[in-house]
T-cell receptor
């Protein structure tokens, strides 16, 4: 089944403890992206990647890192999480061309205390 | 970045048609218009997209204005399962477009469907 898989679904951590949220897609998509969703603010893009080893900042990249060493994986790294990064995170992928739909994962709910 | 504007909320009765509008006055000539919806506790899901002509699929229809500065997502017979947040976004078809990698979703339209 074609899908975008995020792990974990839920994560509670403490301030400053490095964490990684994984995202994997099995559709051979070139484009991948991370979003965070907060009440009243909609979906905001954190980082995106056009292809392997090509990443760029979205609207809210501060405090996050990403890497794209393989086509299928696009992990989101929080080197030193802070409480303001408590949010619902979504990963998405699509074919390189903007003509195709975005496929989203089921989300990761992160709480930083 | 190309921006879209949608009403914050809309209401409908079950089994009636719903027309969800989206304004995108700064759309470029090659941007595709995409619609997604997000059910409670789920990730956004693709609904439909189009370029110039009206489009139909099993979920909905997309009506695009002749000048492409606005579009309307049409749910022909709303059901309770259609209650969701609906997002309209623009996607460039290639790397030359400003909406290629960087995408702006906005807050979308909250659709409430009454039984």
């Amino acid at each position: 089944e074609a899908q975008v898989t995020q792990n974990p679904r839920y994560l509670i951590t403490v301030t400053g403890k490095k964490l990684t949220v994984t995202c994997s897609q099995n559709m051979n998509h070139e484009y991948m992206s991370w979003y965070r969703q907060d009440p009243g603010l909609g979906l905001r893009q954190i980082y995106y990647s056009m292809n392997v080893e090509v990443t760029d900042k979205g609207d809210v990249p501060e405090g996050y890192k990403v890497s794209r060493k393989e086509k299928r994986n696009f992990p989101l790294i929080l080197e030193s999480p802070s409480p303001n990064q408590t949010s619902l995170y979504f990963c998405a992928s699509s074919l390189e061309t903007g003509r195709g739909p975005l496929h989203f994962g089921n989300g990761t709910r992160l709480t930083v205390t | 970045d190309a921006k879209t504007t949608q009403p914050n909320s809309m209401e409908s009765n079950e089994e009636e048609p719903v027309h969800l509008p989206c304004n995108h006055s700064t759309i470029s000539g090659t941007d595709y218009i995409h619609w997604y919806r997000q059910l409670p506790s789920q990730g956004p899901e693709y609904v439909i997209h189009g370029l110039t002509s009206n489009v139909n699929n099993r979920m909905a229809s997309l009506a695009i204005a002749e000048d492409r500065k606005s579009s309307t997502l049409i749910l022909h017979r709303a059901t309770l399962r259609d209650a969701a947040v609906y997002y309209c976004i623009l996607r460039a078809p290639n790397a030359g477009g400003t909406s290629y990698g960087k995408l702006t979703f906005g807050q979308g339209t909250i659709l409430t469907v009454h039984p």
